[in-house]
C-alpha cells in the first residue's frame, strides 16, 4: 500500500507538526516602536534623576552638619507620642510592614538603582558604538534594535535584585492587609459580642417603658431599635479601646525615640561625645515619662489634632482615612 503523502499545506512528510506561524509584520514594528519609546523615555528621564539624586545628596551634605537625622527621629517621636493614637491604621500597617517587606525591598531597591546606572552607561556606549557604525546617522529603527536593547538589559540587569524588590514588595503588602483586615474584624467581632452580652438586660429595662409610649400599632419596634443601638454602642467603644491601647503602644515607641534622640543630639552639639543609649539609664526614664505624657495628652483631648498640627498632619490624616476605608469597605 502506498503511504499518503505530506503535500499541500503541511509539507514535508505525513504526520510532521505544522510549521508556527510567522510573526506579523505590524506586530514587530509595533513592538519595535514600543521599545525604542521606552528607550527614549529612559534616556530623557535618567538626567533629570540623576541631577535630582545630586541635588538632594548636596542638600543632604548641607545639613549633615546640623544633626539632621537625631533631628528627624526626635520629630518622628513627638508626632507618635502625642498624636500616635489618631492614626491606629496607619501605624498598625507601618508596623507590618517593617517587620516582613521592609528590608527585602530596601535591598533590592538599592540593588536595582545600581543597575538603572550600569543599563545607562551600557546604553550610552550601545549607542555610540552605533553611532560609530552608522557614521554619525541615526540608526534604522526595526527588530535588530529592540531585540539588542532588550538583550542588553537582560545582559546588565541582575534578575535576583528584581526578584528580591519584587518579593519584598509583595509580602510586606500582604502583612499589611492580613493585619489590618485581622484587627478591624477582631474590634468589630468583640463589640458585637459585648452589645449580644449587654442587649438582653438592656431590653428588660428600657424595652417595657418604651413600649408603654409607644402606639400599639409600632410596639414591635422598641425591641428592634434597643437592641440594634446597644450593639453599636458596644462596637464604637470597643474601637474606642482599640484606639486607647494603640495609642499608648504609640506613647511608649514615641516617647523612646523623643528621648534617645534628643539626648543624643544634645550630648553631640553641646558637649561633642557620642552617646551610646546602652550605658545609661537616662533616656529610658525620659522616655517612659514623656510617653506617660502623651498617652495623657491623646487622652485627654480626645485623639483631636490642635492647630496647626492639623493642618501639618493633613497627608498623613488622609493616608489613615484611605486606610480605614479600604478595610471597611473593600470586598
Known amino acids: 500500500s502506498e503511504v499518503p503523502s505530506g503535500g499541500g499545506e503541511r509539507g514535508g512528510s505525513y504526520g510532521a507538526p505544522p510549521l508556527a506561524p510567522a510573526v506579523p509584520e505590524k506586530v514587530v514594528a509595533v513592538a519595535s516602536a514600543v521599545v525604542e519609546g521606552c528607550v527614549n523615555v529612559a534616556e530623557a528621564l535618567y538626567p533629570m534623576a540623576e541631577l535630582a ?70 546604553n550610552t556606549e550601545d549607542n555610540r558604538q552605533d553611532d560609530a557604525k552608522k557614521d554619525g546617522k541615526k540608526p534604522h529603527v526595526g527588530q535588530a534594535l529592540a531585540q539588542r536593547k532588550v538583550l542588553l538589559l537582560l545582559r546588565t540587569v541582575d534578575p535576583n535584585r528584581v526578584e528580591r524588590f519584587v518579593v519584598g514588595i509583595q509580602s510586606g503588602f500582604l502583612a499589611v492587609v492580613a493585619t489590618l483586615r485581622l484587627q478591624f474584624a477582631r474590634t468589630l467581632t468583640l463589640g458585637h459580642s459585648i452589645g449580644d452580652a449587654v442587649a438582653p438586660v438592656g431590653e428588660k429595662l428600657l424595652v417595657p417603658a418604651i413600649e408603654a409610649a409607644t402606639p400599639a400599632q409600632y410596639r414591635s419596634w422598641p425591641r428592634f431599635v434597643v437592641r440594634n443601638a446597644i450593639r453599636a454602642v458596644a462596637v464604637s467603644a470597643a474601637f474606642y479601646a482599640q484606639r486607647v491601647l494603640s495609642a499608648f503602644h504609640s506613647a511608649v515607641r514615641g516617647g523612646r525615640l523623643l528621648a534617645r534622640s534628643s539626648v543624643a543630639y544634645l550630648m ?26 502623651g498617652f495623657y495628652w491623646q487622652v485627654s483631648r480626645g485623639f483631636g489634632l490642635p492647630f496647626p498640627m492639623g493642618i501639618l498632619l493633613a497627608p498623613v490624616t488622609l493616608a489613615e482615612n484611605a486606610l480605614l476605608q479600604v478595610v471597611a469597605y473593600k470586598k
Not at 79 to 86: E, P, Q, Y
Open 268 to 293: 553631640r552639639r553641646v558637649r561633642g561625645v557620642e552617646w551610646n543609649s546602652e550605658d545609661s539609664l537616662l533616656d529610658e526614664a525620659l522616655g517612659f515619662a514623656l510617653a506617660a505624657l
Open 53 to 122: 539624586c545630586r541635588s538632594s545628596h548636596a542638600f543632604y551634605k548641607t545639613l549633615e552638619p546640623y544633626e539632621v537625622e537625631l533631628l528627624s527621629s526626635a520629630l518622628g517621636g513627638f508626632v507618635l507620642c502625642f498624636f500616635g493614637g489618631k492614626y491606629v491604621m496607619l501605624i498598625a500597617a507601618a508596623e507590618a510592614y517593617r517587620m516582613i517587606g521592609f528590608q527585602p525591598t530596601w535591598e533590592g531597591l538599592c540593588g536595582i538603582a545600581e543597575d538603572c546606572v550600569k543599563v545607562h552607561r551600557a
